[in-house]
DNA sequence: ATCATAATTGTATATATATTCATAAATACG
DNA sequence: CGTATTTATGAATATATATACAATTATGAT
């Protein structure tokens, strides 16, 4: 009786469950024990309660409406290129001080994130400079916090509640 | 009347939320609601379930029970980080070609996990090679697929379901 | 200002998800 | 083999989350 006897049918299940998950949109544990009965598995919305936090895959409020489950490692991904895919999503908090704007994005996205800036043009804006993760934003002398908030917003209304 | 005027309420409670979840594990709606009414934001679990589908955030298993509300930017690095960070934990498929095991894992971590794969000195494994998200991984001439799937998962029972 | 339109919110409720409990199947151990 | 112990599962249910609806408030255009 070798390793393969035990667990056949839930480790079957699982992959399935990873399977279906990579290349398809599930939103609910219905709509997913539906699809596994299609493909021979039968099982109950319970089990895949447990299956789904067994295998901590994660559930993702859709673009407009909805919500889909997916594996943790396709989440950063699915985030930034399903939909729409600006650099901004990636980013995290803006800061002020004086006459500096540190932008924090996720790893690696700085640079995007600075020569999408740059092309707005923005008056405000006097330069930037992208590291890894941080963005610098040099600010044009006179601008207050307020003025610079504001316009930002305006042009860029995905940071408002970021900044 | 400017900008700021408008949504005030809302968008500060969003940021409220933002850095809640950042700093501390929230598990239930509820939880939120309380942590936000401690900081004077008075509001509903309705609400409050518009608002984590508007900054799209997600619902993780927790490493052994209950969930966790995370910022879609938290996801990746709170799995790897959080609790058993071991370079398996972003392998996401292993594939097997004659004498040949296609490893999948998440980009840029082929390195760490085959140079983990390398210190088990596994007998079936003559060597590896990593690329970015891949790792080639070379089958001593004579182990059959079972065998060497047997050896694997007994290794490293977190692959059970992957392989 | 005044009206029309759109956004935000709470209440009540529908829906979805997690968990308890009982049971069966698998494994460990003698 | 038989018994004890763990693991997986379903049915029923508790709990958590989403949503329809109505009311309120904000925004925009005269």
Redesign the interface.
């Known amino acids: 009786m070798?390793?393969?006897t035990i667990?056949i049918s839930r480790?079957n299940r699982?992959?399935a469950i990873?399977g279906i998950l990579e290349t398809s949109k599930i939103s609910s544990q219905n709509e997913l024990r539906e699809r596994l009965e299609d493909l021979g598995f039968e099982t109950t919305q319970a089990t895949l309660s447990r299956d789904?936090?067994?295998?901590?895959?994660?559930?993702?409020?859709g673009a407009d409406k909805g919500?889909v489950y997916a594996?943790?490692?396709q989440?950063?991904s699915s985030?930034s290129l399903m939909e729409d895919n600006s650099p901004l999503n990636?980013c995290?908090s803006i800061a002020l001080s004086h006459n500096l704007a540190v932008l924090k994005c996720?790893p690696s996205f700085a640079p995007s994130v600075a020569l999408f800036l740059d092309g707005l043009e923005m008056d405000v804006i006097i330069g930037t400079v992208a590291g890894d993760d941080t963005v610098l934003i040099i600010i044009r002398e006179g601008v207050t916090h307020?003025q610079f908030?504001?316009v930002l917003?305006?042009r860029l209304p995905e940071l408002?509640?970021?900044i």
């Open positions: 070798n390793i393969y667990m480790d699982h992959r990873r789904l936090a067994a295998l901590r895959i994660v559930r993702i409020p919500y594996l943790s490692s989440v950063t985030f990636t995290k996720l307020e908030r504001e917003v305006s408002r509640d970021r």
